[in-house]
């Protein structure tokens, strides 16, 4: 469309005490050719609106710049229809509230008044090169959902989505729905007062499951195959041979106990030792003995068998400590005269279930202690159990009939067979932790993997209880649904929900290089069969860490792409090297830098005026013609802030922080060989809980005075 460009100044909270407005309704129509600029006190208020939709109805304005509060703000007020492109420039969080305010004669500070008059630059220039936004809409979305796992946590989550009204395939491998929970004897605490155990309910929830007339149940039958993309995957299962297409997946596969046979050290290969999971179904065939068949009178639970032990599971399983308590009431329930011995490294009952505990605790006949278990070994006709550095300091042997070992659980997708078989460029399976469990950001997004539509829940997903498993069940659940539902909508999910963009490939200068289709973390990029990209949509998260992989710049979105934060960089003013007025640009994540720097603002924490920021979707989008374009520009210093990365990494996107770093390392190769200092351009984590600390000041400082040392860029001026 041939666009007509409106700014729009607004001078309210506390901007025009800092910024002179009419100064940057002058940048706006002289310097950038905008057809309509207009100042308003409070922009966001009715009568300012108003202006707008006026300009948009009578003057036919259809690209609006909206120089005032953070785009993070009033999402739903400046929203003028499909058909328009509405660009926000943050002059209240990125200049006002954190440059220096007039003086007290009213002047205005200079460095803020350039900082103010670049942002109305940089985004009028940028929106030049916007387009209307055309959704990716699908021929036709299917809105089934398939079920992996016939389990607590699959049969919640069919359930669940059946009652929201959507048609359920529920994939079970063996013969039987309700997979471990049919060997419980009795269930954890699931209601107040949550002091005594709960009777085993699991045939309750099959029947319910069988007799739901939205749900379709394959038993004996396991994933053959799975292909295409979010509203229209394509299923074929192997045991029943059915085929049919979903929308969304909720992988519910479980989890299995840790091998038993790798804990020799606590005497797993002794007669009278067995697992959780071994005596639970002693307990529920209601005889727990010896394997000579004498009857049990002193068991000793040892805790953390394998977990929270960097030689075997590093992680908590989480349920081990309840699940001993539990069983600890099965033997005491059996015979009063019965003793129970609970060893612990840190015994963690979380919530609600602190109530079990102390009722565990009150029972004479349950003895509890901290201490490291050092051997378990044969005690003559019992099995002697060392124990050193118990709560009373000493040393300690305990001589029990029976020893269980609270053996920690291990996602069943760590094993060699496929679950999924997906029919993906980067493999049949989600990729994985270090552990075995899907990979995903997984504090913002819990039930999110790398695979688009896909969602974990339950003991897959992470070490859990039946009842945290229910609850993950429901959640993964509405998240496959709302997935299933903004596909249909031509929108992205997480983290960028909403967003209707999707990527754009000039094939013509493709080079078929593959680092698009090798970098994407969600495999939203296949290959034809002559190797050539070709993009899956529906899978596509809109982060750019394709654009900023592709070496050719082939790759953009309709609001976001190298020539538009490349205008950007341009436009940025930059001084003489004698007005000693340096410039530095700052890359932030959109995810974690902007919110930090927004609650600094409201916070009025003063920050370097010397500093322009651009946020990214994602650090990974970065293109490292970003760089070569500042530094030839005069930019003094670059920096990219953003999430985490690493083993413990929180990136949003997954891999971009990292994608962003391995790519800065060759650029500073490349620096260094032009003579420039390689530290120019660097590299900080900023995450949300910088926000209430000098982190991100201190960096630019920090930053600024290193820049110093080296002098200004020798590139300014050419």
Known sequence: ???????????????????????????????????????????CSQAGVQILKDDQNNEGVNTFVVAACSGRYHQDVFNFGKESIILRAGIREMVAWTLEPRDAEGKVNEDTQMAAEDYVRMYTARIKSHNVLKPYIQEETHKGILVVGGGVTGMTAALESAKAGYEVNLIEKTDKLGGYVLNYKNMLPANSPYDSLSPNYISEIVSEVEGNSKITVHKSSIVKSIAGEPGDFSVAIEGSGAEFKAGGVVLAAGSVPYDKSKLTHLGSDLDNVVTSAEFEAMAKAGSITKKDGQ???????IQCAGSCDPNHLPYCSSTCCMTSLKQASYIRELDKDAAAYIVYKNMRTPGQYESFYRSQQDDPGVFLTKGDVVAVKDGGGQVAVDVDNTLLGGDIQLKVDLVVLANGQVPVTLGDDSVLNLKYRQGPEMPELKYGYPDSHFVCFPYETRRTGIYAAGTVRQSMDVNAAKRDATGAALKAIQCIEMTARGERVHPRAGDSTFMSVNFQRCTDCKRCTEECPFGAIEENEKGTPLPKSSRCRACGICMGACPERVISFDDYSIPMVSEMIKAISVPEEEDEKPRILAFICENDALPVLDQMALNRVRMNPYIRYIPLRCLGG????????????????????????????QCHFIKGSELCNERLGKVQETIGRLSLESERVQQFDVSMNDAGVDKLPKIIDDFMAELEDYGPNPFKGF
């Open 622 to 649: 970065n293109n490292l013609v970003f760089v070569s374009d500042a530094l030839s520009a005069g930019i003094d210093g670059i920096l990219y802030l953003g999430c985490k990365h690493g083993d413990d990494y």
């Open 1 to 43: 469309m041939e666009k007509k460009i409106g700014v729009y100044i607004c001078s309210g909270c506390d901007i025009d005490k800092a910024i002179d407005t009419e100064a940057l309704e002058k940048i706006a129509t002289n310097e950038m050719k905008a057809a309509v600029c207009k100042t308003h006190p409070f922009l």
């Open 295 to 301: 009857p049990v009178k002193s068991v000793a639970f």
